[in-house]
């Protein structure tokens, strides 16, 4: 399985996701920080435990 982490600002602040996702909910969550008014988010692939 593939796993994915956000990187997103907001507040002026740099932040990732402390859990790891499949692609379709990585992309659903993306839709909610963008709502919430999230900047620059990323989906970002990562090795399995990092």
């Known amino acids: 399985m593939v796993n ?4 997103w ?4 602040e ?3 996701s402390a859990v790891s ?7 659903h969550r993306k839709q909610q920080l963008e709502t919430a ?3 620059d988010v990323e989906i970002v692939k990562v ?4």
Request: hydrophobic share 15%; no cysteine.
């Open 4 to 7: 994915y982490r956000l990187h």
């Open 47 to 50: 090795k399995p435990g990092e």
């Open 14 to 16: 740099r932040r990732t």
């Open 21 to 27: 996702y499949g692609l379709s909910s990585a992309e």
């Open 37 to 39: 008014g999230a900047t």
């Open 9 to 12: 600002t907001e507040n002026g």
